[in-house]
């Protein structure tokens, strides 16, 4: 299995930057895609940005299109989330995933992930 550790969350202001970090460990190699999720109190944990870890082909839910960029580092077995404009409506714990190994559903399919982080709370202040 693959292990990750999500950092870099905190408190921001409106219209504020943060960048989150996913450092993965153990079956590195098998890494095909990683997707950032976000769960905001009450709500449904949603798949906001993914990539696959190959050819850094990306996908982006539309209400974060444009603000949010998501990339890898493949030496450093890393995926980052840099998040710009954030609005109020971000405030939310936010989880990187990865499929399980041989898994090769499509990244952009929330369904594909089933290894989790534990997650850091991402909270905007209006």
């Known amino acids: 299995q693959v292990q990750l550790v999500e950092s870099g969350g905190g408190l921001v202001q409106d219209g504020g930057s943060l960048r989150l970090s996913c450092a993965a460990s153990g079956r590195t190699f098998s890494i095909y895609a990683m997707g950032w999720f976000r769960q905001a109190p009450g709500k449904e944990r949603d798949l906001v940005a993914a990539i696959r870890w190959s050819d850094g082909s990306t996908y982006y839910a539309g209400a974060v299109k444009g603000r949010f960029t998501i990339s890898r580092d493949n030496a450093k077995n890393t995926g980052y989330l840099q998040m710009n404009s954030l609005k109020p409506e971000d405030t939310a714990v936010y989880y990187c995933?990865?499929?399980?190994?041989?898994?090769?559903?499509?990244?952009?399919?929330?369904?594909?992930?089933?290894?989790w982080g534990q997650g850091t709370q991402v909270t905007v202040s209006s």
């Open positions: 995933a990865a499929p399980s190994p041989g898994n090769i559903g499509s990244y952009y399919h929330s369904d594909t992930y089933n290894n």
